[in-house]
């Protein structure tokens, strides 16, 4: 009895030399096994690339193209992708995709995050920003999935960059000087200043406008002159006229004889920005003067109380079917401004 008393029991002996074997086999094994799980390839989700879907003077859509990227031999289905938009502290937008469907085994997918903008939102969320500048965001995900034996499977990804808020760049007439002027010809040469007011250059591609001079449409027309604008400056482009006055009658030529007039300028400008192609349009009034430099602006309500010379009320409406004045493009030229360069491509 008192042997069978100090003996151990088998079930307490092979428990004893099971648990030791097994700490052997996790101290020998279990660093080696850890080292292996590290380096195994696990699903990714990166941007790709940002793009501006649409951008005018009141909103931008970007979207961002995000690459999935599925390393295993299995089909990986895709859960959910939750993602927020911030600027400076201020959250701009959030959202959730829903199931996009699955990654087939060993391959990447693309899924897209669209965001729309309006910028009379922006203003309100972030302080301190205006027209022409760049706003910094930063982009903030995560994509679900749902991977063998682990269950849902978070991926977090996020992607930093600026957002446009474009600005129409300031046109107006400075003077238009005649180089000959008579009943039956008028050349001239118009010269345009042009202010670039965003953070970023401007490629300017054409510009499209109507021009009219004391209230008479004069010319409707497009230059096509590749011009480049840098971020903030200002620049003068002079643009040759040639018209035969009597197509356009005596009371323009009456009223082109003269010192000066109020004019109306409407237009656009196609443009290339860093951020893409960008459709301006811009609308002027003001006074030039005939012969000479210098401009005086006008205020629109004085325009319509006809205190300016031959100055008409609101945007100016030209005649399709009139016969006008012509650009020669090929003498297009341009000049320092007061601030900066523009130069032709």
């Known amino acids: ?76 289905p895709l859960l959910d992708l939750n993602y927020k938009i911030h600027s400076n502290g201020a959250q701009l937008m959030a959202g959730t995709l829903p199931s996009a469907g699955s990654i087939d085994p060993l391959s990447t997918r693309s899924l897209q995050i669209p965001a729309a903008f309006t910028f009379a939102t922006l203003y309100k969320l972030v302080q301190g920003i205006r027209p022409g500048a760049l706003i910094p965001y930063v982009l903030e995900a995560s994509l679900g999935i749902h991977a063998p034996v682990i269950g849902r499977f978070d991926i977090p990804f996020s992607k930093q960059g600026q957002l446009p808020i474009p600005a129409v760049p300031e046109v107006d007439v400075e003077s238009i000087a005649w180089k000959d002027l008579s009943l039956d010809n008028a050349t001239a040469n118009m010269r345009l200043n042009i202010g670039n007011k965003n953070d970023f250059d401007l490629g300017l591609k054409q510009l499209a406008y109507d021009l009219s001079l004391g209230g008479h449409p004069v010319v409707k027309t497009s230059i096509s002159k590749p011009t480049t604008l840098a971020k903030g400056q200002k620049g003068v482009l002079d643009i040759p006229l040639s018209f035969n006055p009597m197509d356009l009658g005596m009371a323009v030529f009456n009223m082109i004889s003269g010192h000066g007039a109020g004019y109306g300028l409407a237009g656009s400008m196609d443009v290339d920005t860093p951020f893409g192609p960008l459709h301006l349009p811009f609308n002027k009034i003001g006074e030039t003067l005939f012969g000479g430099s210098g401009k005086k602006e006008l205020d629109p309500s004085t325009l319509a109380q006809g205190n300016a010379v031959g100055a008409t009320e609101g945007t100016v409406q030209v005649d399709p079917n009139a016969r006008g004045m012509q650009v020669d493009e090929s003498e297009t030229n341009v000049t320092l401004g007061n601030s900066g360069v523009i130069s032709t491509g």
Not at 29 to 39: D, F, M, R
Not at 55 to 74: E, I, R
Request: aromatic share 4%.
């Open 1 to 76: 009895m008192a042997g069978q008393e100090g003996a151990p029991s088998s079930g307490h002996s092979d428990g004893g030399l099971f648990g030791k074997l097994m700490h052997t086999v996790i101290d020998n094994v279990g660093p080696k096994l850890q080292e292996a799980i590290a380096h195994v390839e696990k699903p990714s989700a990166d941007v790709t690339g940002v793009s501006l879907k649409g951008l005018t003077l009141d909103a931008a859509t970007l979207a961002f193209d995000v690459g999935v990227k599925n390393p295993y031999p299995v089909a990986l």
